[in-house]
C-alpha cells in the first residue's frame, strides 16, 4: 500500500466520523486541506495540516 493511500484513508474515515456537525466545520476545512495537499503541496503542508485538524478535534472534544 502506498503511504499516501493510507492518509487519504485516513481522512476520509475521519471527516466520515465528524460529519457535518457544525462544531467540527474548521477541523473539517483543515483535512480538506491536507488531502488536497497530498496531491499539490508538500508533506510539510499535509502534515501542518493534519496536526492542525488533530488540534481542532481534540479542542472541540477533548478524550
Keep these: 500500500m502506498h503511504a499516501t ?3 487519504e484513508d485516513a ?5 466520515d466520523t ?3 456537525d457544525p462544531d467540527y466545520a474548521t477541523a473539517r476545512a483543515a483535512l480538506t486541506e491536507a488531502s488536497t495537499a497530498l496531491v499539490t503541496g508538500t508533506t ?3 502534515q501542518w ?3 492542525r485538524a488533530l488540534h481542532l478535534i481534540d ?3 477533548p478524550i
Design 44 to 46: 510539510a503542508e499535509v
Design 5 to 7: 493511500a493510507g492518509i
Design 18 to 20: 465528524i460529519g457535518d
Design 11 to 15: 481522512i476520509a474515515e475521519t471527516l
Design 59 to 61: 479542542e472541540t472534544c
Design 49 to 51: 495540516y493534519l496536526e
